[in-house]
């Protein structure tokens, strides 16, 4: 199974309309207990399935992310579980730019445990 994210409805559309990204849509809470990636505060909005090895990556997350932490509520909240299934929040003092989005979706791993990948490879990461 792919990354599970939780999104704000606005921008699960939007990921929906303009990517292949969806496997599954509308996941129900009971399936995906902790989302991978949350964007926004608390669990709202719809949790999404996504493919597992989509051709061109999840780095078109990073720029629909982006968008919408251009007019979201501050202090912008996207938490992404790590490798050890740890949640790392976005650092409060940045500003949510595209790399600083891109930098923190490099922590983000999905996966079962003992078989968890990079949500984003990270060139710099050593293997």
């Known amino acids: 199974m792919g990354p599970s994210i939780g999104v704000p409805v606005k921008v699960a559309q939007v990921i929906k309309d303009t990517t292949d990204l969806v496997e599954v849509d509308e996941v129900l809470p009971d399936i995906v207990e902790e989302p991978d990636v949350q964007l926004g505060g608390t669990p709202f ?4 399935v996504l493919t597992e090895t989509p051709s ?3 780095r078109r997350l990073v720029s629909i992310i982006t968008d919408y932490a251009k007019d979201s509520p501050r202090p912008f909240e996207l938490i992404v579980m790590d490798k050890n299934g740890n949640p790392n929040a976005f650092p409060p003092h ?3 730019n595209g790399q600083a989005i891109l930098d923190h979706l490099t922590l983000a791993f999905y996966g079962e445990p003992g078989d968890r990948r990079p949500l984003i490879p990270d060139e710099n990461r050593p293997s």
């Open 94 to 96: 940045l500003e949510p």
């Open 45 to 48: 909005g719809d949790r999404l």
């Open 56 to 58: 061109a990556g999840f």
